[in-house]
Nanobody, 125 residues
Framework: QVQLVESGGGLVQPGGSLRLSCAAS????????IGWFRQAPGKEREGVSC????????YHADSVKGRFTISRDNAKNTVYLQMNSLKPEDTAVYYC??????????????????WGQGTQVTVSS
């Protein structure tokens, strides 16, 4: 059974950090582009950070550039999102996703084949 399971969300103060993890099972991430998306209440799901499978190119939303970093550990079949200098506007449910084949951006939700169930990140004092 194909599964992506996120963890690491929670409540953090502005300026703090969190690291999200996404463990894949039922398939190997070696041939998949990966991405982190988020959805705030009343808003559409948006791409945050994505990582290509071919050359390791990274794509970040302008709102998180310099603060968020995406990475993968193929040996552990796990994807990470390191989030630093968090802001209240980063509050959302965060989802990881995988696409068989490559990507050239982090814009299109419909390009991704598998999705996790999401983990809540709340940035508040």
């Amino acid at each position: 059974q194909v599964q992506l399971v996120e963890s690491g969300g929670g409540l953090v103060q502005p300026g703090g950090s969190l690291r999200l993890s996404c463990a894949a099972s039922g398939f190997t991430l070696d041939y998949y582009a990966i991405g982190w998306f988020r959805q705030a209440p009343g808003k559409e799901r948006e791409g945050v950070s994505c990582l290509s499978v071919s050359d390791g190119s990274k794509y970040h939303a302008d709102s998180v550039k310099g603060r968020f970093t995406i990475s993968r550990d193929n040996a552990k079949n796990t994807v990470y999102l390191q989030m630093n200098s968090l802001k209240p506007e980063d509050t959302a449910v965060y989802y990881c996703a995988a696409r068989f084949g490559d990507i050239s951006s982090c814009l299109y939700v419909y390009e991704f084949d598998y999705w996790g169930q999401g983990t809540q990140v709340t940035v508040s004092s």
